[in-house]
């Protein structure tokens, strides 16, 4: 295995092995907090029939840090982390995540609206093995999958 992918998998491990004392102490209404937050954990979630996106997001200062996990029905299930931080509603981070035994690289972009959090699709160009978006400001947030703000476990 390469540094990168056991460097991945060992920060996916200590992220879901630690939860934050304080959050566990917190009314479940502290979780709904804008994924602006200065400092602290939000988790989001979106569950349907046969697919499932969470996300846990780690707030230092600026920077935002968090576990993404996707299992969409027809779709390989794909885990990974990410690391951005927020340009206004926007939510820009770069996705490391593995998938059918591979690490791979991506940008994502989520939206917070009224306390959601929507992710952004758009045209995506890949450059020295990592895609990105071709264009923030013409992604659009029309997609079904709408994740809320729920409780850290």
């Known amino acids: 295995m390469s540094y990168k992918t056991l460097s991945t998998l060992a920060l996916?491990?200590?992220?879901?092995?630690?939860q934050d004392e304080a959050a566990k102490k917190e009314p479940a209404?502290?979780?709904?907090?804008p994924a602006a937050a200065e400092q602290g954990i939000n988790c989001?979630?979106?569950?349907?029939?046969?697919?499932?996106?969470?996300?846990?997001l780690i707030h230092t200062g600026e920077s935002i840090s968090g576990i993404l996990v996707y299992h969409l029905d027809g779709k390989d299930a794909n885990k990974g982390t990410l690391q951005g931080n927020m340009r206004d509603s926007l939510?820009?981070?770069?996705?490391?995540?593995?998938?059918?035994?591979?690490t791979s690289e991506r940008q994502v972009v989520f939206k917070l609206?009224?306390?959601s959090l929507v992710e952004g699709y758009g045209e995506r160009v890949v450059q020295n093995d990592k895609e990105t978006f071709k264009d923030l400001s013409s992604l659009k947030f029309d997609s079904q999958i709408r994740l809320s703000p729920v409780e850290c476990k």
């Open 12 to 18: 996916v491990s200590l992220l879901f092995s630690c």
């Open 29 to 33: 209404a502290d979780a709904a907090k």
């Open 44 to 56: 989001y979630e979106y569950i349907n029939q046969a697919d499932t996106v969470t996300l846990r």
């Open 91 to 102: 939510l820009v981070a770069n996705y490391s995540f593995m998938s059918e035994g591979m």
């Open 113 to 115: 609206d009224q306390g």
